[in-house]
């Protein structure tokens, strides 16, 4: 198993341009998620999605789209780079296990962003 | 809403130990808890899903009271691979059973180990 993978590791872009971060995972994981991390800010909720085409928003979805084709895809679409959006973009899966059952939230290793 | 967590950082030799707390405003479903080294992903200690429940991992546990929103996260006789950030995680009740798993962070509480 790769657990979850995540590409790029590291981006430059310059304001206005859009781009797609992927994720993936191998592990039949229902639930899937992005993060972005900020220094002194912790891990903040971007999207999320509980199967393949169901989606919705987390506590700062502005300036991102997702989608769920597929239930091993879940990638990450800026659509007009800001600086504001330099940050840290981890990607997470986790499986539910019976119903209003808890998991364990498997992280990917992170794409680290700059937007100049 | 975003969890508090204190303290926002604490150092100790090898061999002390460590409270870091996580207190919520809101009820919880859930309390995670996660560690994460330096240019690292978080990785997962454990979860605590019921009132007044403790767990343990090693010489790592938490307690959950559900009653007072808040969960702590015990060290003991910390060793050195112990330094990294730890960050509670929670998750309110669900609307409905199927809900999605919605995870809050708090901000992080940096531990440092010196030996």
């Known amino acids: 198993n790769a657990g979850v993978t995540q590409t790029p590791k590291f981006q430059v872009l310059k304001t206005g341009q859009s781009m797609t971060l992927q994720c993936a995972q191998d592990?039949?994981?229902?639930?899937m998620s992005w993060y972005r991390q900020d220094p002194g800010m912790g891990l903040r909720l971007i999207h999320y999605s509980v199967g393949a085409g169901i989606t919705d928003q987390g506590e700062v979805p502005n300036g991102y789209n997702v989608s769920r084709s597929t239930t091993e895809d879940f990638p990450l679409r800026l659509l007009s780079a800001a600086p504001s959006q330099t940050s840290v973009y981890f990607c997470?899966?986790?499986?539910?296990?019976?119903?209003?059952?808890?998991?364990?939230?498997?992280f990917g290793p992170g794409t680290r962003l700059t937007v100049l | 809403q975003q969890p508090v967590q204190s303290p926002q950082a604490v150092i100790l030799r090898e061999g002390e130990d460590a409270v870091i707390n996580c207190s919520s405003s809101k009820a919880l479903y859930s309390v995670h808890w996660y560690r994460q080294k330096h240019g690292e992903a978080p990785v997962f200690l454990m979860i605590l899903l019921k009132g007044g429940e403790q767990k343990g991992h090693e010489k790592i546990s938490a307690s959950f009271n559900e009653k007072k929103q808040q969960s702590s996260l015990y060290l003991t006789a910390s060793q050195l691979s112990y330094s990294g950030t730890y960050f509670c995680?929670?998750?309110?009740?669900?609307?409905?059973?199927?809900?999605?798993?919605?995870?809050?962070f708090g901000q992080g509480t940096r531990l440092t180990i010196n030996p």
């Open positions: 592990m039949n994981h229902e639930y």
């Open positions: 995680g929670t998750e309110r009740p669900r609307v409905l059973i199927q809900g999605a798993q919605k995870l809050v």
């Open positions: 997470a899966s986790s499986y539910r296990k019976g119903q209003g059952n808890s998991d364990t939230q498997y």
